[in-house]
């Protein structure tokens, strides 16, 4: 008895391989997805956003689960990296740092980001003008610089 090759079926472009995984070709790389029809075509649908883009499996996460504390940690590090670079000022990284561990406490590590309105983020913003006024080129409780005069 002679095995069939691989079957492709129409509904989603994945191949059924005869030791019973779904699969796809992706940029030139063969990714698998399972067993079960319906569980690999869920997964192809979480995952293929990511591998069309050439980014890793697992890279991204939905957005209803991330938390404030994991979005301040991806945007902290990818900061970082950006500060080791020497594209970023220590300062501003600094500031970055205590902004969002501020927001953080206000608001709680665990909230996911989905629940914050834009109201609650204009109000924050309205309290960090305040903080950190320099950043919008405000000098609060500051005396103006006084440049010197040059020549003798």
Known sequence: MVQ???????????TLLPTGRWCERIRRK??????????AYERY???????HAGRQR???????????????NHYLSHQH???????????HFRDYQSILRELARARGEGTA?????????????????????????????REPLRFRKAGP
């Open 4 to 14: 069939a090759g691989p079957q492709r079926t129409r509904t989603f472009g994945q």
């Open 30 to 39: 063969l990714y698998y997805f399972g067993a079960d029809k319906q569980a």
């Open 45 to 51: 649908l979480c995952e293929a956003g990511d591998l």
């Open 58 to 72: 697992g890279t991204s996460v939905i957005a209803g689960e991330v938390t404030i504390k994991e979005l301040a």
């Open 81 to 91: 990296e950006r500060r080791t670079g020497g594209e970023l000022a220590p300062v």
């Open 113 to 141: 980001v989905t629940e914050l309105a834009p109201q609650l983020a204009h109000s924050y913003r309205t309290r960090l003008v305040g903080k950190y006024a320099y950043l919008h080129g405000q000098a609060r409780n």
